[in-house]
């Protein structure tokens, strides 16, 4: 079965540059979600987008933002980035917007050196 | 603000041996959600409990939701080492959708 693609992996950057993270959900599901989630730490929600627009905003700093496209993708852009940005970047998607169960991809480790 | 207690931090078994989290929230939830993370991956759903009360078995884990809605249990028999990672619980306050997560138990097998 298909399942939340993301992309890169792995990422790399230095202070200041800026990072964009894509998110393809599973097919036909139309609520993305963002997460943010540090060594030893639980999953922090960042937004969420229902239908291509956002649904919810939870802590995600000023110099991000994000987009649902219309089909489905998302993408998670980050500006002058910042050591403490470094982490592990989940999307998670599901078919309803009342936070029905959800299904992660496998993340974006982004460490900003 | 809403937030959501989950307890123990860390839980060191020996193989054979049962393990419980728990968790309970500062508000009413309208359902709770619990997800497993092996070291190195992704959360994975794991179950989704609705009613006030409802238990819940897969195999050796048994889940509970309280009366009140607001705690909720998983408890694991004889665990194996491939029961071995973070188990989160999450669930959606009544007032909105919002998932609002647990800290994680990390089940840690002694070798």
């Known amino acids: 079965a298909a399942g939340v693609i993301q992309s890169p992996r792995h990422l790399i950057k230095e202070k200041r540059e800026t990072a964009t993270l894509k998110c393809y959900p599973i097919?036909?599901?139309?609520?993305v979600y963002w997460y943010q989630q540090g060594p030893g730490q639980d999953p922090q929600f960042l937004i969420s987008?229902?239908?291509?627009?956002?649904?919810d905003k939870g802590s995600i700093p000023d110099r991000f933002s994000a987009q649902q496209f219309s089909d489905y993708h998302s993408e998670l852009n980050m500006s002058s980035l910042e050591l403490g940005d470094s982490a592990l970047y989940f999307c998670a998607s599901s078919g309803r917007p009342e936070n029905e169960k959800l299904f992660f991809g496998s993340g974006t480790q982004l460490s900003v050196l | 603000g809403q937030q959501v207690m989950q307890i123990p931090q860390y839980q060191h078994v020996q193989e054979g041996e049962d393990f419980t989290t728990y968790c309970n929230s500062s508000t009413t939830l309208s359902n709770i959600q619990w997800y497993k993370q092996r070291p190195g991956g992704h959360p994975v759903f794991l179950i989704q409990l609705v009613k006030s009360g409802e238990v819940k078995k897969q195999k050796r884990l048994t889940f509970q939701f309280g009366e009140a809605k607001k705690n909720s249990s998983l408890h694991i028999t004889a665990t194996q080492t491939t029961d071995v990672g973070t188990y989160f619980c999450a669930g959606p306050p009544d007032s909105n959708y919002q998932l609002i997560w647990g800290a994680g138990t990390k089940l840690i097998i002694k070798p």
């Open positions: 097919p036909r599901h139309d609520t």
């Open positions: 987008f229902y239908e291509k627009m956002q649904s």
